[in-house]
């Protein structure tokens, strides 16, 4: 713990020279203009402009007229975006501006340019040297989901590990689990995310965008940023003066989810304020082979806050929010005569099975075995415009208690009860644009304490402490940009012993790892319409807690798990190649890459000289181990605009992994989802009208390919067969007086009902249905969505 006091207090110490720097500083800035169409000159209303470093936006008003008070005098990227039309995106000096007019031309195949995460703070997607996907509120409202994951898994490239409905967690390229960071509020989301059964505590309608950067960036993020980083963004702030609300409403048909979204925020005189509540509600989903799946249940509560200052000098920002998820476990037991499924029950004061019911499929209410998870976050966000630069900090805290519940003899009782401490910290400076140079520099990192409150134990109670010191650079020349870093890291985690009835259950044990990581990529604009891009970059991620120390029965993946404490940091070299094409009637993109890994680790089944599995409390035993891995393969986006209106969008997707020097069953990794091909057409119907605008209808093809390159040794995975899904989407926007008063979204999913099972399911290898001969849960059926959003501008 003194550890992380030292770290605070550092942090404290420099933002109190941020403030001292900068409290001389009242100059403020102003910028207001106009937005028209390039077709008509008609002024548009209710375009977005952001200035996206100093996290800020408006909208157009009825006369297409925007504005901004109070703002520093510095240069700055500014951005304008509104649906159906090209983005624009350029640098604005605010203290000479005054006035910036924009025209929008109607929109096309071309890439639409936006502002993303770089090394030295926010750069244009295209000068960025490894590839990030963008996806917007719209897009987001727009996909039928039940998490946060279900809808950033459509992305190409990006998969998903799912345990029924309520659980997701994101795959990049092949990887998830701990080699993906999740970052939202500024800080890494830390929620225990070494289960299988463990999602993202994320509550989707606070989250107005998403980046999705794919290949290793422990350069900027330390352990853990393996394979890539999902960045959650809040709503901007809103402009000097506005006061916003809006209703969002939802309903889906297979599983009954029912969701709604309450939020107000507002701007007066540089105080800031925004505040959220979402609830969501699901009873059991179904599909045509398993008809209702017995506790796929799950309810979704959620609260965010905002309260900060937004001066002329910088912004500080305090964010909090509570996350609550109470997912049913989908265990799969079923009535061997019949095939239904079975549920926990009591029966002559001794623990029974009977058979669910209607009832039971259609409550809103888990049955045993069910999780509560509560998560709490609180995050001070604070920037610092200095004469030259900005000076970044930020300290949050999280709190994650997780609870299963599964004994109907003690049913308020929970077995397994894990609570996590997080601190984290971060501090760097970034230099401004000089002779075509930019520098950051800084320290970053996190504390944690985990206890077991729990009669049960899957991993010991454990401290842990990263620190990592980092610098990147970008050079921009022309159509040249180069951009890199290096960064050391070092992470002590120390393990607690725990003794039951005389024998040892955890051993205490300490590991101290570190490494040195970093990145090198550079960008190459041949002209207007074409980009190359490549990028080298060296990864670093250690072991997580689980697969050092794990020792006990793992409900969400029905196995019993054993850790290994001599495995090694798992360290990368990946090499990523690039190439982009954007004109009026077609954009393309590819993105290539090849990934070697030392010391990859993942579990394998135990089994006995006979073949057969060990058994370990009546569950199969799963043990961790490594081996030297190769991941290979990318993306392929194009895009066609062969008439106005009309899209035509094709994404393909696909990764090859092995282990080096293996052969037969033992030669692939586990748990690599199938090549995937998408395909959509869609029809802008009407763009600006008098009453609807932005209406679109769209209809798509989601092929997965057989995935028979499957870790077969031990019998820990099965091949997948091929499935296809159909899906489908329409939306508009209603407008009154030249307002937008509400959006309307239908979306349907696998509409022609297909039976399948995802490769990344963990339902996949639930037990078999001895009625039917077949093994496992399927996923969802045909699901249609309907989703209503209400904006309402107060002032």
């Known amino acids: 713990m003194k550890h992380i006091i030292m770290v605070v207090a550092l942090l404290c110490c420099v933002m109190a020279m941020g403030a001292t720097t900068i409290s001389n500083s009242s100059n403020q800035a102003s910028l207001q203009g106009y937005v028209t169409d390039a077709q008509d000159g008609d002024t548009l209303i209710g375009v977005t402009v952001a200035l996206p470093e100093l996290n800020i936006a408006t909208t157009t008003d009825a006369k297409g007229h925007y504005s901004f008070r109070g703002l520093p005098q510095l240069t700055t990227t500014i951005q304008v975006s509104f649906l159906g039309h090209e983005n624009i995106t350029q640098q604005v000096n605010l203290a000479a501006a005054g006035r910036l007019d924009f025209v929008l031309k109607e929109n096309s195949a071309m890439l639409k340019e936006v502002i993303v995460t770089g090394l030295t703070g926010k750069v244009l997607r295209k000068n960025s040297p490894t590839p990030v996907s963008v996806l917007t509120a719209r897009e987001m409202q727009g996909t039928l989901s039940t998490n946060i994951i279900d809808a950033v898994a459509h992305e190409p490239g990006v998969a998903q590990v799912t345990t029924g409905t309520g659980i997701s967690k994101p795959v990049i390229r092949g990887m998830g689990y701990n080699r993906v960071v999740v970052v939202n509020d500024g800080v890494r989301q830390e929620g225990q995310q070494w289960g299988d059964e463990h999602g993202i505590e994320i509550d989707p309608q606070s989250v107005s965008s998403v980046e999705i950067l794919k290949g290793p960036a422990s350069l900027m993020y330390g352990s853990d940023a393996l394979a890539g980083v999902l960045i959650m963004h809040n709503d901007p702030v809103l402009s000097e003066g506005r006061l916003q609300a809006n209703v969002v409403s939802q309903y889906q048909t297979n599983n009954g989810l029912l969701g709604y979204s309450l939020n107000m925020g507002g701007n007066q005189n540089g105080l800031v304020w925004n505040a959220r509540y979402s609830q969501k509600l699901a009873h059991a989903y179904s599909n045509r082979y398993d008809g209702y799946v017995q506790n796929s249940q799950m309810r979704e509560d959620a609260f965010n806050g905002l309260l900060g200052l937004n001066k002329s000098w910088g912004y500080s920002h305090l964010t909090f929010t509570y996350y609550h998820l109470k997912p049913g476990i989908v265990e799969g037991d079923r009535d061997e005569a019949t095939g239904q499924f079975t549920r926990p029950a009591i029966a002559g004061g001794q623990e029974a099975e009977v058979i669910a019911t209607s009832h039971d499929f259609h409550s809103y209410q888990p049955s045993l075995p069910y999780q509560h998870i509560h998560h709490y976050k609180a995050v001070l966000n604070n920037a610092f415009y200095l004469p030259k630069g900005s000076l970044r900090a930020t300290v949050g805290y999280q709190r994650n208690r997780r609870q299963e519940y599964e004994d109907v003899l003690t049913p308020e009782q929970p077995g397994l009860d894990f609570l996590l401490h997080t601190v984290n910290y971060d501090a760097h400076y970034v230099s401004p644009q000089s002779q075509n140079w930019k520098i950051a520099a800084g320290i970053n990192g996190m504390y944690q304490h985990s206890l077991n409150k729990g009669e049960e134990c899957l991993v010991p109670a454990y401290n842990l402490f990263d620190l990592g010191i980092f610098a990147t650079a970008s050079y921009d020349l022309d159509r040249f940009h180069l951009s890199g870093g290096v960064r050391w890291d070092n992470r002590h985690l120390h393990a607690k012993a725990l003794t039951e009835d005389d024998k040892t259950r955890f051993d205490d044990f300490a590991r101290n790892m570190g490494a040195v990581s970093g990145s090198l990529g550079a960008i190459y604009n041949i002209n207007e319409k074409v980009n190359l891009r490549i990028n080298i970059a060296r990864g670093f991620r250690a072991p997580n807690i689980s697969e050092l120390g794990s020792n006990g029965v793992h409900e969400g993946t029905l196995r019993y798990e054993r850790g290994n404490q001599d495995l090694k940091p798992e360290y990368s070299w990946q090499f990523d190649l690039g190439f982009d094409y954007s004109s009026a009637l077609v954009s393309a993109q590819l993105s290539l890459f090849a990934n070697r890994i030392e010391n990859y680790i993942f579990a394998h089944r135990l089994t006995q000289a006979d073949g057969q599995a060990v058994l370990t409390d009546g569950y199969e035993t799963f043990q961790y181990s490594a081996g030297n891995a190769r991941l290979m393969g990318g993306e392929a986006v194009v895009d066609l605009h062969p008439v106005p209106k009309l899209h035509f969008s094709n994404s393909f997707s696909m990764v090859d992994a092995v282990q080096l020097h293996q052969h037969g069953q033992f030669r692939h990794l586990p748990y690599i989802p199938a090549h995937r091909w ?58 009154w007086k030249g307002r937008r008063v509400a959006s309307v979204y239908i979306t349907g999913s696998n509409l022609t009902n297909k039976a399948y099972q995802s490769h990344l399911s963990r339902l996949k290898y639930a037990d078999k249905n001895q009625a039917t001969g077949r093994t496992g849960v399927y996923n969802m059926g045909r699901n249609i969505g309907f989703k209503l959003v209400v904006p309402i501008d107060i002032k």
Do not use: M
């Not at 998408?678 to 605008?693: A, F, N, T």
């Not at 679109?696 to 995935?707: L, S, V």
């Not at 390159?709 to 995975?717: I, K, L």
């Open 678 to 735: 998408i395909s959509q057409i869609k029809y802008d119907i009407v763009h600006d009208g008098r009453y609807i605008s932005n209406t679109y209808a769209a209809i798509e093809i989601d092929c997965n390919f057989k995935q028979n390159h499957f870790y077969g040794a031990y019998g820990t995975e099965t091949a997948t067969p091929a499935y296809t899904l159909l899906n489908a989407s329409a939306g508009t926007d209603i407008l």
